[in-house]
Nanobody
Framework: QVQLVESGGGLVQAGGSLRLSCAAS????????MAWFRQAPGKEREFVAT???????YYADSVKGRFTISRDNAKNTVYLEMNSLKPEDTAVYIC????????????????WGQGTQVTVSS
């Protein structure tokens, strides 16, 4: 079992930056592929970024070049650095984990956090 707790969300103006954190506990963090998803009101949950245990990354086209996912296995934490934020980035950002290789497919993730709200004003 893995527990995931997100933090770092908030209200920011368009063009600004935020750094989200996801702290994991319960199992060997370094064994897991980690990902960030987001869900805006009235919309389906969508993939944002993922990182493998060794640091390989993959991004959604909508955030490529603006967001950076990273992990610190010693701290059992994964991060999402978000720059040049846009109003359309407004959503609840949710951390996920799976004991396998990286994937963009939501259904293949085994563990989920509760999410942290990010609001970007225009």
């Amino acid at each position: 079992q893995v527990q995931l707790v997100e933090s770092g969300g908030g209200l920011v103006q368009a063009g600004g930056s935020l750094r989200l954190s996801c702290a994991a506990s319960g199992r060997t963090f370094s064994d897991y592929a980690m990902a960030w998803f987001r869900q805006a009101p009235g919309k389906e949950r969508e993939f944002v970024a993922t990182i493998s245990w060794r640091g390989n990354t993959y991004y959604a086209d909508s955030v490529k070049g603006r967001f950076t996912i990273s992990r610190d296995n010693a701290k059992n934490t994964v991060y999402l650095e978000m720059n040049s934020l846009k109003p359309e980035d407004t959503a609840v950002y949710i951390c996920a984990a799976r004991l396998s290789h990286i994937t963009t497919k939501l259904a293949l993730y085994d563990y989920w956090g509760q999410g942290t709200q990010v609001t970007v004003s225009s």
